[in-house]
């Protein structure tokens, strides 16, 4: 349609194409409510006011909003490739997504961010990408790739690309690492978005963090924190995942400060959450039920992402945006109606209207790469006295450092259940170096068996947690024997498995089936005494050796505090 049949149909001299009648519109630009028709015409709209249309919807005075962005998402956390993720979560509100794909290009390198992309094409889903930035996340691990920042500009020429994704290794620009500086200035020359990733980061180092060029951080767990962060001027992304809920504990600085930039964001999420709370909408509910405005909370799923990655035409309901739209029965219970994407209705009642062509994902397939082990790989020499054990964090991705009494049996270091100390191993599996690091970690529960994934972020080799060195054998070998995914063991015997034959990451299965298998495998670990909600997902984080306080990698244990090695025992 010509720009002087778009005009016409503003002015009402033409019928629209559809016309939402009796809406009540939530204004993300004035922050008010209130009942009038929105006219769609092709894929804009076009008029706010009284319109006819060719096709008209009367919506009774139910909500219309954007649709939901969510400006920070690791789609591969959801073990799904992007067409299942996004039959999940596009009826659910979600319009709009820009994924950081750092944890396949790990595995593939760039190739893994241009499949991400090229899955992407054919869905309904509006998919945009920031550059992974610390391919390693830190010099701790072997990954299956190195992106460095002239690997990384061929893809700025890509228009969907918006910037650098987070910066993980923020020793490594406060040390001035010339790589590190070379990826900001890559996208500050464009005036892209450079995300953060600074848990902890204060005083003179937030500053000269932020001064380098980063202007986001969604990894704030306290107000304080947050507040900080904020002050000086940083996009505070307030993170709502499986496993990393901070909303709660960064929601009186949003109510009490009525800070500018504040967005929602995901990071990361297991399916059979989406599945049972949402997506976007999800974070929206939860804001909205602890006493945020409920107009702040929609700005900060759409006009507010929309501002931070520089859209000019989504993020809100006025002439001339795209008609990225939802309609939402109340704003308490906030369930999504309508999806409306450039100007189709493609869900209605968390049903999608839309079908998606099956991509071929053989380039990601058949990525695991093992040297044998055996059970010996799993012991660690020691004595008697105080060792080094890894404290989960309940509902974070952080850990603690601690200090506990090891149990040695034959001058060999042993996991101790009935103090919750188990051991932790993450096995190479990208180039079969034989690499195999071991520690101990409390906060599990587990009494007996093991349990084995190939989802470790971010080198993503396979993490095992287990009683008995045995059971993390097996499990860690059928891992091998699946080109990938999950397992749990006991007795030698495997117990319940999930493929993720998709760079060890994703399962081509449905969402339901995920989240099925998912659930049976973590009955199965309660079941052996396991306490952690979502045990793979904490597990998958063990490994990150840059996030705060201690961490192993197949390379050893980190103090990520100091950013280096150290034994487990002084």
């Known amino acids: 349609m010509g720009l002087r049949e778009t005009i016409a149909t503003a002015r009402g001299q033409a019928p629209?194409?559809?016309?939402?009648?009796?809406?009540?519109?939530?204004?993300?630009?004035?922050?008010?409510?209130?009942?009038?028709?929105?006219?769609?015409q092709g894929h804009s709209v076009v008029g706010l006011?009284?319109?006819?249309?060719?096709?008209?919807?009367?919506l009774k005075g139910k909500f219309v909003m954007p649709g939901l962005i969510d400006g920070h998402v690791h789609v591969e956390s959801s073990m799904l490739p992007i067409p299942e993720y996004a039959k999940a979560v596009v009826p659910l509100g979600t319009t709009t997504v820009i994924i950081d794909p750092h944890e396949i290009a790990n595995v593939l390198g760039v190739e893994g961010i241009k499949l991400m992309l090229a899955?992407?094409?054919?869905?309904?889903?509006?998919?945009?990408?920031?550059l992974p930035s610390c391919v390693p996340a830190s010099p701790f691990e072997t990954t299956g790739a190195t992106l460095e920042a002239y690997d990384l500009n061929v893809l700025l020429e890509k228009r969907r690309v918006l910037g650098m994704g987070e910066i993980m290794n923020y020793p490594g620009v406060l040390n001035a690492d010339t790589n590190i500086l070379d990826k900001i200035k890559l996208v500050e020359i464009g005036r892209l978005v450079v995300d953060g990733h600074a848990p902890g980061l204060s005083g003179k180092d937030l500053c000269a963090y932020i001064a380098a060029g980063v202007i986001s951080d969604h990894e704030s767990v306290t107000a304080q924190e947050a507040l900080e962060k904020v002050r000086h001027g940083m996009w505070l992304m307030v993170r709502e995942g499986s496993t990393e809920k901070n909303l709660k504990a960064l929601l009186p600085v949003i109510v009490e400060r009525n800070p500018r930039r504040c967005m929602l964001v995901t990071d990361d999420r297991h399916p059979g959450d989406i599945l049972r709370e949402g997506d976007m909408d999800h974070l929206v509910r939860c804001a909205i039920a602890e006493g945020l405005n409920p107009i702040k909370a929609i700005q900060m799923a759409t006009i507010k992402p929309a501002e931070y990655f520089h859209f000019r035409d989504i993020g809100a309901?006025?002439?001339g945006y795209i008609a990225d739209i939802i309609v939402v029965d109340n704003l308490q219970d906030f369930n999504v109606e309508m999806v409306i994407k450039r100007g189709k209705i493609i869900a209605e009642k968390g049903q999608p209207l839309f079908e998606i062509e099956s991509m071929d994902f053989s380039p990601a397939m058949k990525t695991m790469r093992v040297k044998p082990i055996t059970v010996e790989r799993f012991r660690i020499p020691g004595k008697e006295g105080k060792v080094r054990v890894i404290g989960l964090v309940p509902q974070q991705v952080t850990s603690r450092l601690l200090w506990e009494e090891a149990t040695v049996r034959d001058g060999h270091i042993e996991a101790d259940p009935e103090r919750d100390i188990l051991k932790v191993a993450v096995v190479e599996r990208h180039h079969a170096t034989g690499n195999v690091g071991v520690a101990l970690v409390k906060g599990f529960g587990l009494k007996d068996g093991a349990f084995a994934s190939s989802v470790a972020h971010d080198a993503h080799n396979i993490v095992v947690v287990g009683a008995n060195d045995a059971d993390m054998l097996a499990a860690a070998n059928k891992v091998i024997a699946m080109q990938g995914g999950l397992a749990v063991c006991k007795d030698g015997r495997v117990l319940e498995t999930l493929p993720l034959s998709i760079a060890g990451l994703m399962s081509p299965l449905s969402i339901q089936r995920v989240a099925d298998k998912l659930d049976?495998?973590?009955?199965?670990?309660?079941d052996l005494g396991g306490t952690a909600n979502h045990p793979f997902m904490y597990s998958a984080f063990l490994a990150l050796s840059v996030i705060p306080e201690l961490k192993v990698t197949d390379k050893g244990l980190v103090d990520v505090n100091r950013f280096c090695f150290v034994p487990m025992q002084d």
């Not at 016309?19 to 028709?37: G, H, M, Q």
């Not at 319109?51 to 008209?56: C, I, P």
């Not at 899955?119 to 920031?130: N, Y």
């Open 317 to 319: 309901v006025a002439p």
């Open 49 to 58: 006011g009284e319109y006819r249309g060719l096709r008209n919807i009367d």
């Open 520 to 526: 049976h495998l973590e009955r199965i670990i309660a």
């Open 119 to 130: 899955s992407s094409k054919k869905t309904p889903l509006g998919v945009f990408v920031v």
């Open 16 to 40: 629209a194409d559809l016309v939402l009648r009796n809406a009540n519109l939530v204004n993300v630009f004035s922050e008010e409510i209130y009942r009038t028709d929105v006219a769609i």
